[in-house]
T-cell receptor, first 114, second 115 residues
Framework: EPEVTQTPSHQVTQMGQEVILRCVPI?????FYWYRQILGQKVEFLVS????????KSEIFDDQFSVERPDGSNFTLKIRSTKLEDSAMYFC????????????FGPGTRLTVT | AQTVTQSQPEMSVQEAETVTLSCTYD???????LFWYKQPPSRQMILVIR??????QNATENRFSVNFQKAAKSFSLKISDSQLGDTAMYFC????????????FGPGTSLSVIP
C-alpha cells in the first residue's frame, strides 16, 4: 500500500528557533493536510492545502505557521519562532481527491521545543 | 460545531476475547462520514473502518465491526478475537460530507490486549 513519509522522525529545537517539518505525500494525491497531537491529547487539524493554496485552517494555525509545496513532491510545515507549547507530534496526511473518505497519514514527526 | 467523545480513556481485553469501544458525536448535519483510526505504539495512524452516515448497514472489516446508531449519534467499534497486535490507541473520527478537508478526532481510547 502507498505510504506518506515524514522527516525527521524526531526534531529537537530551542525556543524561538525556526523549524521545517517535511512530508512526502503519496505521488498521485492532490490534497495535503497537517495535524498536531500534543502528548496525551487528541489529534487536532491544523491546515489543508490544495493547488498551492491553503483551503482550510484551524485557529491553531496562526501567523507563526506556514505551509509550502516547494518542489511538487514535498509538503512542508514551517514554524517560524517555536514556543514550548509547540512540542507535539505533527502528522502529515494526503488524499487523492477532495471529499475522499480516506486521508492517508504519515508516521509523524515528534517536535520537542526546549 | 462538531464534537467527538470517547468516554473510555483506557480499556483492556484478554487475547481472543471481544471488546467494544464507545464513541459518540454531536452534529446538526445529516451527511457525514465516521471513522475509526488505530495508532499503534509505532505512531502511524491507520484507518481501521469507515461508515457513511446515509448507509444503515453497519460496516465490517474482518474482525472489526461497528454499531452505528444514527439517532443516538453513537458509533462503537467491536473487535472480535482480539490479538496482541490490536494493542493501540483507537481514535473515533468524524468528517462532514460537505467539508472536504477537516477530520475531527475524539480523544482516543488506549486498548491493551493481554496475553
Amino acid at each position: 500500500e502507498p505510504e506518506v513519509t515524514q522527516t525527521p522522525s524526531h526534531q529537537v529545537t530551542q525556543m524561538g528557533q525556526e523549524v521545517i517539518l517535511r512530508c512526502v505525500p503519496i505521488s498521485n494525491h492532490l490534497y495535503f493536510y497537517w495535524y498536531r497531537q500534543i502528548l496525551g491529547q487528541k489529534v487536532e487539524f491544523l491546515v489543508s492545502f490544495y493547488n498551492n493554496e491553503i483551503s482550510e485552517k484551524s485557529e491553531i494555525f496562526d501567523d507563526q505557521f506556514s505551509v509550502e509545496r516547494p518542489d511538487g513532491s514535498n509538503f512542508t510545515l514551517k514554524i517560524r519562532s517555536t514556543k514550548l507549547e509547540d512540542s507535539a507530534m505533527y502528522f502529515c496526511a494526503s488524499s487523492e481527491v477532495s471529499g475522499s473518505n480516506r486521508q492517508y497519514f504519515g508516521p509523524g514527526t515528534r517536535l520537542t521545543v526546549t | 460545531a462538531q464534537t467527538v467523545t470517547q468516554s473510555q480513556p483506557e480499556m483492556s481485553v484478554q487475547e481472543a476475547e471481544t471488546v467494544t469501544l464507545s464513541c459518540t458525536y454531536d452534529t446538526s448535519e445529516s451527511n457525514y462520514y465516521l471513522f475509526w483510526y488505530k495508532q499503534p505504539p509505532s505512531r502511524q495512524m491507520i484507518l481501521v473502518i469507515r461508515q457513511e452516515a446515509y448507509k444503515q448497514q453497519n460496516a465490517t472489516e474482518n474482525r472489526f465491526s461497528v454499531n452505528f446508531q444514527k439517532a443516538a449519534k453513537s458509533f462503537s467499534l467491536k473487535i472480535s478475537d482480539s490479538q496482541l497486535g490490536d494493542t493501540a490507541m483507537y481514535f473515533c473520527a468524524f468528517r462532514l460530507k460537505t467539508s472536504y478537508d477537516k477530520v475531527i478526532f475524539g480523544p482516543g481510547t488506549s486498548l491493551s490486549v493481554i496475553p
